[in-house]
């Protein structure tokens, strides 16, 4: 069961969502919130998987309700207003519903919500069952779970909450919200390298270093920061042959 809070400042609306949770077997509505301080309360107190969430409320909007919570639920935001849209998408919402919907509308929202807990559910199963020595990472880009073989990952870069994962021979790094602490110590020890405040490499793809930078393809330089630098250049010294 997907347990949900609603939140809506217009009592039909919200009469309406909780109406729609109701027809879904796999949702439970844990409380219908009329502002967003009564749904952060909720929310510090109970077990919440998803959020039906109106954007354009008095005193605190959908949007900074989202960034205030430390670990927030999935997102989904229920609004009348299309410009918001890409805000939304901006913190990670699985799914944007534009008013007014239908029950159908708001199903197929519902049912990636659904899909998503499913996925994570089967990642977190594979995880336990590999154990810390896993030869891969599954993590949350937009609302997929991905599988990352650790093999191929060239180098991670933290842009504020979030990482960009560079896997060899994809175009574009997988982004998604993770603390560069949290991944540093799942990746095993003897490959990774914490080389900057920004950057993890992986050691078996380093090719050069040249003037304390690590040098990729394509001209990307990963700098070598000032806290990080003894124990890379200790690594290179290991490793090294001639003068």
């Given at each position: 069961m997907?347990r949900?809070?609603?939140v809506?400042?217009?009592?039909l ?12 077997p796999f949702l439970?509505c844990?409380?219908?919130c009329?502002c967003a301080n009564e ?9 919440v998987d ?11 909007s959908?949007?900074?309700l989202v960034k205030s919570?430390?670990n927030?639920?999935k997102?989904v935001?229920?609004t009348?207003?299309?410009?918001y ?10 799914d944007?519903i534009l008013?007014?919907?239908g029950?159908?509308?708001?199903l197929?929202?519902?049912n990636k919500?659904n899909?998503?807990?499913i996925l994570e559910?089967m990642?977190s199963k594979?995880e336990?069952?590999m154990?810390?020595d896993?030869?891969c990472?599954f993590?949350?880009s937009d609302y997929?779970?991905l599988?990352?073989p ?7 870069e933290?842009m504020s909450?979030y990482?960009?994962i ?6 574009k ?5 993770l603390s560069?602490?949290k991944?540093?110590?799942v ?8 080389v900057h ?7 078996s793809?380093?090719k ?7 040098v ?6 990963i700098?070598?920061?000032d806290?990080?630098k003894?124990?890379?250049?200790g690594y ?6 001639g003068k």
């Open positions: 997907i949900c809070v609603i809506d400042d217009e009592p609306a919200l009469a309406q969502l909780k109406g729609y949770v109701e027809r879904v439970e844990v409380k219908a009329s749904a952060i309360s909720v929310i510090a107190e109970e077990c998803v959020l039906f969430l109106d954007i354009n409320m008095p005193d605190i959908g949007i900074q919570l430390k927030p639920p997102i935001f229920t009348a207003y299309s410009e849209a890409i805000e939304g998408f901006r913190v990670d919402a699985v944007y008013k007014p919907f029950f159908d509308e708001f197929r929202a519902a919500v899909e998503l807990c559910r990642a594979r336990d069952e154990g810390v896993s030869d990472l993590v949350k997929r779970v599988r990352v650790i093999s191929s990952i060239r180098f991670i933290s909450e990482i960009r560079f896997v060899e021979n994809e175009p790094p997988i982004v998604t919200l560069m602490k991944v540093e110590e990746l095993p020890k003897n490959v990774f390298m914490r405040r920004s950057y993890i490499v992986n050691l793809k380093v050069e270093v040249s003037r304390m930078r690590i990729y393809d394509n001209n990307v330089f700098p070598i920061g806290m990080y003894d124990n890379f250049f290179i010294d290991n490793h090294f042959i």
